[in-house]
């Protein structure tokens, strides 16, 4: 039967099957057999001219895909790196129950998936391993708002620091409060506080780190309430038509605020938020308030019978004794944020790991333990711009900052943990050979419109203008400098700023009770999690009786 069947198929054409005396040769002009998963890129193109299908003409030419050792074409080679994992991950049993003396909470601000993997290639290969992609524990924080998919950095700052679910736009506030309402800022009873508070009132120093202004979104959730994210200084709620005695801006809340009043170091930029209109500060900027506050000088009063530090830039950053004689430090090195890693003078602006480090001086001072709150702010800023060289490069300063912080700590009695608010709506793509280029085109494939593109691309942002010519055609990028810092990535949809993304984000900690930090979670759980580690706050702790 199976005989008579065969031989009525390939009567009808319907099978066919290949001679043994011509083995069967794959030929780019044809159509591919699976276009979601191509493999023409991996023949040579024809020799000789002759029509080609428009599929077929997409075809880049011959490209020879080689890993980047010799050891990689071997078996054992991944057979070992397999059991090396196999050992780490079997280590993982042996569970750190330990009280975390100190918690160090790293915010990568916009530090989407895609932005760790690009990153990698950015450092010279896919293999590579960021500092703390080496920690033990790895989740999943789910960063919707309470009111938007979407997620922005204010609500998120409420969510991983306080501990609550909030609208869009409001920071320290619960969802009972609207973006904008300033009766509902001054009802405490919508007030939610942040692990610093619950730190500080369990005797623990506090402290932050940013390289945005300190009165951004994502620092103001350590200390701030605040129904509007864009009212950093008292101007901005004049402008918005309300009384500033009764709702206050984010600056005045840091110097005079509950919580910021006692936080042992401040670092970032932001100068304008403290300085009035008539007034310039270090680099010749004027400041932003109405008010003819000078907050920095107030922050100067009310530690004046401190051992207090304020500085502008490195060089004065570097010559303070964090380690002896510096009980509060106070550092705006820039008027509005830092300026990213790539354009920054050396001379005058701060890496961010050696501000971690200074700030590690003043707060391991406290025999009790601290917590710090760290953030790589301008990867954010990288992607809204679509300008991705920018955002890795500003992830690796913050990859850095973590290795200093885990290497001067001890595993035993200090929780690291590692997050970011939201992702990005960058995608990278296609199939180019290992190495290449992630700043580059792909070398696996051209466009059905005849032209390269880029592996890295956004759904949505500023790149859209930058390559479409006259709406007709793509911008040939074998003609631009795409590693030019200020070059805009191709993207689908035209904005004036690229948004956020609304996918999960990674979660990576080490230290006591990193064990907590796995599986799916919501983004809220994450500081209930390290107050329990840390024995603070007004949830369950570690230090309860009968606790695991």
């Not at 700030?359 to 679509?386: C, K, P, Q, S, W």
Request: charged content about 20%; glycine content about 8%.
């Amino acid at each position: 039967m199976l005989f008579v069947l065969c031989t009525y198929l390939l009567l009808t054409g319907v099978l066919v099957l290949p001679s043994p005396l011509q083995p069967t040769v794959h030929h780019p002009a044809e159509e591919e057999y699976d276009p979601m998963h191509p493999q023409r890129f991996l023949f040579e193109e024809p020799a000789t001219g002759g029509q080609r299908s428009k599929r077929a003409s997409a075809s880049m030419p011959k490209l020879r895909f080689e890993p980047p050792s010799d050891a990689e074409h071997h078996a054992q080679y991944w057979n070992n790196l397999a059991q090396e994992t196999l050992e780490r991950q079997l280590h993982k049993n042996r569970l750190n129950r330990k009280v975390a003396k100190n918690v160090i909470m790293f915010l990568g601000d916009g530090l989407s998936i895609p932005t760790l993997a690009a990153t990698r290639v950015y450092l010279g290969d896919e293999s590579t391993e960021l500092s703390f992609e080496r920690f033990p524990y790895v989740g999943l924080s789910k960063t919707y708002c309470a009111n938007v998919q979407v997620a922005d950095s204010a609500c998120t700052a409420t969510a991983y620091l306080a501990g609550v679910k909030a609208n869009y736009g409001t920071i320290g506030l619960s969802a009972a409060a609207a973006l904008g309402d300033c009766q509902a800022q001054n009802d405490t009873a919508n007030h939610v506080h942040s692990i610093a508070k619950w730190a500080q009132d369990s005797g623990l120093s506090t402290g932050f780190v940013t390289t945005t202004e300190v009165t951004n979104a994502s620092p103001a959730g350590v200390y701030a309430h605040v129904a509007n994210r864009n009212w950093e200084h008292n101007g901005a709620i004049e402008k918005d038509g309300f009384d500033t005695t009764v709702c206050q801006d984010i600056a005045t809340q840091l110097v005079h605020g509950e919580v910021g009043r006692h936080m042992r170091v401040i670092m970032g930029g932001g100068r304008r938020e403290f300085l009035t209109t008539h007034e310039t500060d270090i680099d010749g900027n004027p400041g932003r308030r109405t008010d003819g506050k000078n907050l920095i000088k107030h922050w100067q009063h009310h530690h004046a019978h401190h051992q207090s530090a304020y500085v502008q830039n490195r060089v004065q950053l570097l010559e303070t004794d964090t380690e002896r004689t510096t009980d509060y430090l106070l550092g705006l090195f820039s008027t509005k944020h830092m300026p990213y890693h790539l354009d920054a003078d050396e001379q005058q602006i701060p890496t961010l790991a050696e501000m971690v480090s200074k700030a590690m001086d003043v707060l391991e001072r406290n025999g009790d333990g601290y917590f710090l709150f760290v953030e790589g702010g301008r990867i954010d800023h990288g992607h809204h711009y679509t300008q991705p060289i920018r955002a890795f490069d500003e992830t690796v300063e913050f990859a850095n900052a973590i290795e200093m912080a885990r290497s001067r700590t001890s595993q035993d009695n200090t929780l690291i943990v590692v997050t970011s608010d939201h992702s990005h709506t960058m995608t990278m793509s296609g199939y180019s050979s290992r190495k290449n280029d992630i700043l580059g085109v792909n070398n696996g494939q051209k466009a059905d419109d005849e032209l390269p593109y880029a592996t890295i691309s956004y759904a949505n942002g500023p790149g859209y203008d930058r390559n479409v010519r006259g709406h007709e055609s793509r911008l040939d990028l074998n003609g631009v400098d795409m590693r030019d810092k200020s070059f805009a990535f191709p993207s689908t949809v035209p904005l004036g700023l690229e948004t956020h993304g609304g996918d999960d984000v990674a979660v990576f900690a080490s230290g006591p009770w990193a064990h907590l930090f796995t599986g799916t979670f919501e983004q809220h759980f994450i500081p209930h999690a390290m107050a329990f580690a840390a024995c603070i706050g007004p949830g369950r702790t570690a230090c309860e009786k009968g606790e695991p």
